[in-house]
Every structure is written in structure tokens, then in C-alpha cells.
């Protein structure tokens, strides 16, 4: 009987812990990245509804709006606990995909245009309140590894697009049509199953807090280097529909290594808690033999910690739109309007034009750029998987990396920003310079550093400028992109992109009208518009180097003392409460 009182209870407090959460934390990472297979199932849109390629990129453009406008879902994180956040999300996810599903597949009548980009814009904002949920709670509930924290959640984002793909070649074989399917359902269920499981917790030290990291590093990568291996073997091997099954079980079973790694490091904690616990009556007795009265100490101990209390009470009654030009010290918490304001968060907003504009462009064209240059459907669809492979490693890269040039030689965060927008600019010009084979090395520049450039913003936000309010700052921080992409992808890419097309078709003698699908073939069809985004990458580089300067002397600081002392006033506060109970 005693023992199934400790498995219950040690069974409630894994539910319960912060391991538990971040595992369930990385499952839906790993389901809200669906965004990123847009350019394997951009086709099946495009065909079916008769888009040309300004359509096409219209809609694209709204799929980069609603992935990247997350304001609702910050300001709604603010007001409301974090399984709400998550609720709506799954709801929105699973609409907005569904319809777009039922219209491709003729089971509804065609929409109007502007009726796909609402779905799509929907569908896609749904990934803001998987993110803001899980992603934002994991920051919180491990400030100190923030950098690690984020390399993974955005890492697990990264690989999403790699792994749908294994499961919809398992689930529906090669039916793009189907894929959006899967995309509609399998998110949406994720963050149902773990709707309760993820929310903010007291935090104290864990002793292998930094190891754990590591070994879920690890795991990703053996997921990543699987993943790849797959891609590239059912590149070059007809597989048969058990073989995509036996793929797809593989990955899962990686995929739910971290689960494991929860389990154990849950028992860590939790016997260090009981040894704790057991020690705490012959201390008690040992230390103050001559007190009649337990209270005394425990009163002593307190007033430090009301003090703390008090201060940290007082910071709070401070409004979020108060104060505005009045900006606390870099690193403290900012307000929404102080941060929004700053000159800091300005720079980022160039940056993150430029960068994640230039990038979400390329990932959204990476369709038809293969089709542009002769590639099959087939390969495509390698091209994404890779991109999404690549894209992963920039994120964890990022985060780990950073956080040990920051920690070692106080290397600013900013710096490697401005080296994650120089990157992009070569595989621009590479796509406008295409050779064989040209587009698989376009693919690991483009997507790694859009990896970094997405990690390095999230980190950086929260460093400049606090956690308080965090869950509004980071999805107001990337606003810019969405914008970027519209101007670039729309105005720019999609604009020469028919240009182009409609001299091949006088060049044949026909006319718009008498073809249902714009389509432009050769290596000239992109050589002007990503001659631009290369140019555009480069200007950001340049801007970005200004926060670098303004930084400089902020990352050279312990930027992570505050919430030492933090977790250092959790410990005593726990073991003050372990004592009263005892």
C-alpha cells in the first residue's frame, strides 16, 4: 500500500512538474510549424483554383500575416491562464486548415479569393497560442537557460515540416491534397491532449538543469540527421507504403525520447524534495533546542523575504502603459508601450524586415523555383524537407551557441544577428545564379539562417527588455516580417515573377486569358527579385550593427543575476514551507 502511495504520488507530481511540461512543451512545437510546408502544397492550391503567381504569393503573404501577427494571442495570455490560450488556438487551427481543405478537395463550393486568404490567416495564427502557451510559460519556468530553452521549442518548430511530412507519406501516402488535411488535425489534437499540462510553476535550481539540455540536444539532433537520412532515401528509393509506416513509427519513437529524460530527472527532484523533507525535524531540533516556540525563526527568516516581497509588489502595481519615455535599464522589465517605443525595438523591427522578410519570401517560393528550373514534384518536396531540416539546425544552433559565446567571452546576441542576415544574401544571389544541383545549397543557406534570425529575435527581446510582459513583446517583435513579406513576396518576387511569365506566353503566342495557370520556366524567372532580396539582406546586416554597438556594453554584464537571486529566494521560501509542514 505504501508503495502505491509513493508511485501516485510521485505519478501526480510528474504531471504536475516543469519536466512533464517541457516535454509536452516540444510535441507542440513539433506540430506548429506547419506553416513551413506551404511550398509542398502551394502547388495543389494553385492548380486546382487557377491562381497565378500573384495570387498564389496574396495568399502566401496572409499565411506569413497570421503566422507572425500574435498580438491577440499575447494580449490574451496576459488575461487569461495559459489552457485558454491553448483552446483557442486548436480551434482555430483545425477551422482555418479544414476549409482550405474542403475547397481544394471540391467539397465545398470555390471560395473567393479573399475568403482563402481569411482560412489561411486563420489557420496560420493559430501557431501564435501554441507558441505563446508553451513556448513563453518554458521562459519563464526556466529563465537562467533561456537561450538552450528557446534553441529547442524553436528547433522542434523547425523540424515540424519534416516530420508532417513522414507522417502524411505513412498516414495518406504522396497526396499534397491530404497533407493539409493532417495539418487541420494532428496540431490541434496535440495541444488538446496537453491543454492542462503547461503553465507556470515556482522554479528552483536543479542540479543537472544544463545537462538535461544537453541530452535533448542530442535527441534532436539524432531526430534531425534521421529525419534528413529519410528524406534523401525516399529521394533516390521507391518506397512501399510499410516502408513510409516504418519511417513515420521511428521518428515517433525519437520523437518521444525526451519523454523518458522527463521521467528521470522528475525523480531527481523528487527525492532530493523527500531527503529534504526528512532532514528537516533534526535540524530543527539540533539548531534551536532552547526556543519554545517554532515561530520565532520561521519569523526571522520571513522578513527578508517580505521585504522582497514588497518590492516586487510594488514593481507590479506599475501599469503596462505607464511610464512610457520614463525606460528602465536594459534587462529589466519594460512596459509594452516603453519596449514598443524604444529605439532598441525599433532597429529589430528594420532588422526583422529585412531578414525574416527576405526568408519567409524564399521559403514561400521554393515551390515553384523548382519548378522554374526543371525540378520534378518529387524533389520539391525534398527541397522543403530540407529547408525545414536546415531550419532547425539554425534554431538550436542559435540557442546553444549564443548562450556559451555569451556566457564565455560576453559575445553580444546582436552580433550574431548580423551575421544570421549575411548568410541569406548568398543563397539569394545563388538562386539568382542557379547551377546544378544550386538550389539544395540555396535551401541550407536560406533556412539555417532564418533559424537563427528567428531564435536570436525571441532570446533577444527577452533579454532587452524583461519577462513581464513578454508573452505581448515577442509576437509584437516579429510584426515586421509578416509586412516584409507582403512587399517583397506580392509587390516584388510575384510581380517579376509574372512579368516574366507573360513574355513566355506572347513569345508562344497566347494570352492570359487562354491559360489557366501562369507558369514561368527558366533561370530567368527569379534572377531580378532575388538580385533584390540579397541587396535588402544586406541592408539589415548593416542596420543591425547599430543595436550591436548599443548593446555592447549590456552583454558584457551578468545579465542573468536577478534570477539567480530569484531562484535563490524560491529555495528558501520552499524550505520555509517544507519546515511549517513538518
Same mark, same amino acid.
Given at each position: 500500500?505504501?508503495?502505491?502511495?509513493?508511485?501516485?504520488?510521485?505519478?501526480?507530481?510528474?504531471?504536475?512538474?516543469?519536466?512533464?511540461?517541457?516535454?509536452?512543451?516540444?510535441?507542440?512545437?513539433?506540430?506548429?510549424?506547419?506553416?513551413?510546408?506551404?511550398?509542398?502544397?502551394?502547388?495543389?492550391?494553385?492548380?486546382?483554383?487557377?491562381?497565378?503567381?500573384?495570387?498564389?504569393?496574396?495568399?502566401?503573404?496572409?499565411?506569413?500575416?497570421?503566422?507572425?501577427?500574435?498580438?491577440?494571442?499575447?494580449?490574451?495570455?496576459?488575461?487569461?491562464?495559459?489552457?485558454?490560450?491553448?483552446?483557442?488556438?486548436?480551434?482555430?487551427?483545425?477551422?482555418?486548415?479544414?476549409?482550405?481543405?474542403?475547397?481544394?478537395?471540391?467539397?465545398?463550393?470555390?471560395?473567393?479569393?479573399?475568403?482563402?486568404?481569411?482560412?489561411?490567416?486563420?489557420?496560420?495564427?493559430?501557431?501564435?497560442?501554441?507558441?505563446?502557451?508553451?513556448?513563453?510559460?518554458?521562459?519563464?519556468?526556466?529563465?537562467?537557460?533561456?537561450?538552450?530553452?528557446?534553441?529547442?521549442?524553436?528547433?522542434?518548430?523547425?523540424?515540424?515540416?519534416?516530420?508532417?511530412?513522414?507522417?502524411?507519406?505513412?498516414?495518406?501516402?504522396?497526396?499534397?491534397?491530404?497533407?493539409?488535411?493532417?495539418?487541420?488535425?494532428?496540431?490541434?489534437?496535440?495541444?488538446?491532449?496537453?491543454?492542462?499540462?503547461?503553465?507556470?510553476?515556482?522554479?528552483?535550481?536543479?542540479?543537472?538543469?544544463?545537462?538535461?539540455?544537453?541530452?535533448?540536444?542530442?535527441?534532436?539532433?539524432?531526430?534531425?540527421?534521421?529525419?534528413?537520412?529519410?528524406?534523401?532515401?525516399?529521394?533516390?528509393?521507391?518506397?512501399?507504403?510499410?516502408?513510409?509506416?516504418?519511417?513515420?513509427?521511428?521518428?515517433?519513437?525519437?520523437?518521444?525520447?525526451?519523454?523518458?529524460?522527463?521521467?528521470?530527472?522528475?525523480?531527481?527532484?523528487?527525492?532530493?524534495?523527500?531527503?529534504?523533507?526528512?532532514?528537516?525535524?533534526?535540524?530543527?531540533?539540533?539548531?534551536?533546542?532552547?526556543?519554545?516556540?517554532?515561530?520565532?525563526?520561521?519569523?526571522?527568516?520571513?522578513?527578508?523575504?517580505?521585504?522582497?516581497?514588497?518590492?516586487?509588489?510594488?514593481?507590479?502595481?506599475?501599469?503596462?502603459?505607464?511610464?512610457?519615455?520614463?525606460?528602465?535599464?536594459?534587462?529589466?522589465?519594460?512596459?509594452?508601450?516603453?519596449?514598443?517605443?524604444?529605439?532598441?525595438?525599433?532597429?529589430?523591427?528594420?532588422?526583422?524586415?529585412?531578414?525574416?522578410?527576405?526568408?519567409?519570401?524564399?521559403?514561400?517560393?521554393?515551390?515553384?523555383?523548382?519548378?522554374?528550373?526543371?525540378?520534378?514534384?518529387?524533389?520539391?518536396?525534398?527541397?522543403?524537407?530540407?529547408?525545414?531540416?536546415? $531550419?532547425? !539546425?539554425?534554431?538550436?544552433?542559435?540557442?546553444? =551557441?549564443?548562450?556559451? %559565446?555569451?556566457?564565455?567571452?560576453? @559575445?553580444? +546576441? *546582436?552580433?550574431?544577428?548580423?551575421?544570421?542576415?549575411?548568410?541569406?544574401?548568398?543563397?539569394?544571389?545563388?538562386?539568382?545564379?542557379?547551377?546544378?544541383?544550386?538550389?539544395?545549397?540555396?535551401?541550407?543557406?536560406?533556412?539555417?539562417?532564418?533559424?537563427?534570425?528567428?531564435?536570436?529575435?525571441?532570446?533577444?527581446?527577452?533579454?532587452?527588455?524583461?519577462?513581464?510582459?513578454?508573452?505581448?513583446?515577442?509576437?509584437?517583435?516579429?510584426?515586421?516580417?509578416?509586412?516584409?513579406?507582403?512587399?517583397?513576396?506580392?509587390?516584388?518576387?510575384?510581380?517579376?515573377?509574372?512579368?516574366?511569365?507573360?513574355?513566355?506566353?506572347?513569345?508562344?503566342?497566347?494570352?492570359?486569358?487562354?491559360?489557366?495557370?501562369?507558369?514561368?520556366?527558366?533561370?530567368?524567372?527569379?534572377? $531580378?527579385? !532575388?538580385?533584390?532580396?540579397?541587396?535588402?539582406? =544586406?541592408?539589415?546586416? %548593416?542596420?543591425?550593427?547599430?543595436? @550591436?554597438? +548599443? *548593446?555592447?556594453?549590456?552583454?558584457?554584464?551578468?545579465?542573468?543575476?536577478?534570477?539567480?537571486?530569484?531562484?535563490?529566494?524560491?529555495?528558501?521560501?520552499?524550505?520555509?514551507?517544507?519546515?511549517?509542514?513538518?
Amino acid at each position: 500500500m505504501a508503495h502505491d502511495f509513493k508511485l501516485c504520488n510521485f505519478t501526480l507530481q510528474f504531471l504536475r512538474g516543469r519536466w512533464f511540461m517541457m516535454f509536452a512543451s516540444y510535441l507542440i512545437m513539433a506540430g506548429a510549424g506547419a506553416t513551413y510546408l506551404f511550398g509542398v502544397y502551394s502547388k495543389t492550391i494553385k492548380s486546382t483554383l487557377g491562381y497565378d503567381q500573384t495570387t498564389l504569393n496574396l495568399l502566401s503573404t496572409f499565411k506569413d500575416l497570421g503566422a507572425n501577427v500574435g498580438v491577440l494571442s499575447g494580449l490574451l495570455a496576459e488575461v487569461t491562464p495559459t489552457w485558454f490560450v491553448l483552446l483557442i488556438g486548436s480551434l482555430m487551427n483545425l477551422s482555418g486548415y479544414l476549409l482550405i481543405w474542403l475547397a481544394v478537395t471540391k467539397k465545398i463550393a470555390t471560395p473567393k479569393i479573399w475568403h482563402m486568404c481569411v482560412y489561411i490567416c486563420i489557420g496560420a495564427n493559430s501557431q501564435n497560442f501554441a507558441n505563446t502557451g508553451s513556448l513563453v510559460t518554458c521562459v519563464k519556468n526556466f529563465p537562467e537557460s533561456r537561450g538552450m530553452m528557446l534553441g529547442l521549442m524553436k528547433g522542434f518548430v523547425g523540424l515540424s515540416g519534416a516530420i508532417f511530412t513522414q507522417l502524411y507519406l505513412a498516414i495518406y501516402g504522396n497526396d499534397s491534397k491530404s497533407l493539409i488535411l493532417l495539418i487541420a488535425w494532428l496540431p490541434a489534437l496535440l495541444s488538446m491532449i496537453f491543454i492542462f499540462s503547461i503553465r507556470e510553476k515556482k522554479f528552483s535550481r536543479h542540479p543537472n538543469e544544463v545537462k538535461v539540455f544537453n541530452v535533448t540536444l542530442v535527441i534532436s539532433i539524432v531526430l534531425a540527421l534521421l529525419l534528413m537520412g529519410m528524406t534523401i532515401a525516399q529521394k533516390y528509393i521507391d518506397f512501399s507504403h510499410i516502408g513510409y509506416v516504418a519511417c513515420a513509427t521511428i521518428v515517433c519513437v525519437v520523437l518521444f525520447c525526451p519523454f523518458f529524460v522527463a521521467i528521470r530527472e522528475e525523480y531527481t527532484s523528487w527525492k532530493l524534495k523527500k531527503e529534504e523533507l526528512e532532514s528537516v525535524p533534526s535540524r530543527v531540533i539540533v539548531e534551536e533546542p532552547p526556543l519554545p516556540e517554532s515561530k520565532a525563526p520561521v519569523s526571522e527568516i520571513e522578513l527578508p523575504e517580505y521585504s522582497s516581497m514588497v518590492k516586487i509588489q510594488e514593481k507590479k502595481e506599475v501599469g503596462c502603459f505607464n511610464d512610457i519615455f520614463k525606460k528602465p535599464k536594459r534587462g529589466e522589465d519594460y512596459t509594452i508601450l516603453q519596449a514598443l517605443l524604444s529605439i532598441d525595438m525599433l532597429i529589430l523591427f528594420v532588422a526583422t524586415f529585412c531578414g525574416l522578410g527576405c526568408s519567409l519570401t524564399s521559403i514561400d517560393n521554393l515551390g515553384q523555383i523548382g519548378e522554374s528550373l526543371g525540378y520534378p514534384q518529387h524533389t520539391i518536396s525534398t527541397f522543403v524537407s530540407l529547408m525545414s531540416i536546415w $531550419n532547425y !539546425f539554425g534554431r538550436v544552433c542559435s540557442g546553444f =551557441i549564443s548562450e556559451k %559565446l555569451l556566457l564565455k567571452w560576453k @559575445v553580444p +546576441r *546582436t552580433l550574431m544577428m548580423t551575421f544570421a542576415l549575411i548568410l541569406p544574401a548568398i543563397g539569394d544571389l545563388i538562386i539568382a545564379f542557379p547551377f546544378s544541383g544550386s538550389v539544395y545549397v540555396a535551401s541550407l543557406l536560406i533556412g539555417f539562417s532564418f533559424g537563427v534570425q528567428l531564435t536570436l529575435l525571441f532570446i533577444i527581446i527577452s533579454e532587452l527588455f524583461g519577462l513581464k510582459y513578454y508573452s505581448t513583446l515577442f509576437n509584437c517583435g516579429q510584426l515586421a516580417s509578416p509586412l516584409g513579406s507582403y512587399i517583397l513576396n506580392v509587390q516584388v518576387v510575384g510581380r517579376l515573377y509574372d512579368n516574366e511569365a507573360l513574355k513566355q506566353l506572347e513569345n508562344k503566342g497566347l494570352t492570359r486569358l487562354m491559360v489557366k495557370e501562369l507558369t514561368c520556366i527558366g533561370k530567368q524567372c527569379y534572377r $531580378n527579385s !532575388f538580385i533584390i532580396l540579397a541587396c535588402v539582406n =544586406i541592408f539589415g546586416a %548593416l542596420v543591425s550593427l547599430i543595436l @550591436v554597438k +548599443r *548593446t555592447m556594453d549590456y552583454y558584457k554584464s551578468d545579465i542573468y543575476k536577478r534570477f539567480r537571486d530569484q531562484m535563490e529566494a524560491n529555495e528558501k521560501e520552499i524550505k520555509m514551507i517544507s519546515t511549517a509542514e513538518k
